[in-house]
Nanobody, 123 residues
Framework: QVQVVESGGTLVQAGGSLTLSCKAS????????WGWFRRAPRKAREFVAAITSTGGGADYIDSVKGRFTISRDNNKKMVYLHMSSLKIEDTATYYC????????????????WGQGTQVTVSS
């Protein structure tokens, strides 16, 4: 069974930086790719970033490339998302999940979602 707790979201001004954290409880944390997803108001949840099981590879949605960095600590069972040069359109609830790449896109492997953490970017 997988449980995750996301944290670090807050109100931040455009151009600012923020780091989100995700604490996972699954025993096999280090075996999986992990990802961050987000849901903006009145929009569907979308993939943001993913990191491979060893941390050696990462992938990002085009709109965050160069601004966001995903990382992980397998010993602590933590996944992080460092966000910089934040834009108003980054406003969303952010979720972490075990990620899988299939049919040319990233998605949640288990379709399980935690409560998420709210990021609000103001002008």
């Amino acid at each position: 069974q997988v449980q995750v707790v996301e944290s670090g979201g807050t109100l931040v001004q455009a151009g600012g930086s923020l780091t989100l954290s995700c604490k996972a409880s699954t025993r096999d944390f280090s075996l999986y790719n992990w990802g961050w997803f987000r849901r903006a108001p009145r929009k569907a949840r979308e993939f943001v970033a993913a990191i491979t099981s060893t941390g050696g590879g990462a992938d990002y949605i085009d709109s965050v490339k160069g601004r966001f960095t995903i990382s992980r600590d397998n010993n602590k069972k933590m996944v992080y998302l460092h966000m910089s040069s934040l834009k108003i359109e980054d406003t969303a609830t952010y979720y972490c999940a075990i990620a899988t790449y299939r049919n040319g896109q990233w998605s949640s492997l288990l379709n399980y979602w935690g409560q998420g953490t709210q990021v609000t970017v103001s002008s």
